[in-house]
């Protein structure tokens, strides 16, 4: 059973390193790409992550700050991020669109924090939750 534990934690070890050194390829959808080409010219852009995944190592150029939760504040839903990227750009939480496809972290999150919200509801799945009466909602 030890054997067994070791060889899967240096399995995963060895996973979140090579994703971590960007020796992983995650696929941006062209789509997504083509909209923050356009928006990078317009508005000042952030990415806010509980992921490991850092943004430059994937291709994603578009972004003036990047910030990730427990290295730079503690993760969504907490307000951290959104209140130091609010700082960052010298604005106000309530002038922030925070876009994400995760109710609780992204959704919950920015509307605790003071900003705007967007749900990308990539599953299509239905929700009676409160909170999208507070943010816009994408299928």
Do not use: C, K, M, R
């Given at each position: 059973m030890v054997k067994m534990r070791l060889k899967l934690t240096a399995?995963?070890?060895s996973r979140w390193k090579n994703l971590l050194n960007g020796d992983i390829k995650?696929?941006?959808?062209?789509?997504?790409i083509e909209v923050l080409n356009q928006l990078k010219y317009r508005y000042p852009l952030s990415?806010?992550?509980n992921g490991?995944?850092?943004?430059t190592r994937i291709g994603l150029e578009h972004f003036q700050l990047s910030l990730r939760g427990g290295?730079?504040?503690r993760a969504k839903p907490h307000q951290d991020l959104f209140h130091q990227t609010a700082d960052y750009f010298g604005v106000t939480p309530s002038e922030i669109l925070h876009i994400g496809d995760n109710l609780t972290t992204d959704v919950q999150g920015a509307i605790?924090?003071?900003c705007q919200a967007v749900w990308i509801n990539l599953s299509g799945k239905k929700t009676?939750?409160?909170l999208l009466k507070q943010a816009f909602c994408l299928h």
């Open positions: 399995l995963w070890y995650i696929d941006v959808p062209a789509e997504s990415v806010i992550t490991n995944v850092i943004a290295e730079q504040g605790q924090a003071g009676s939750i409160h």
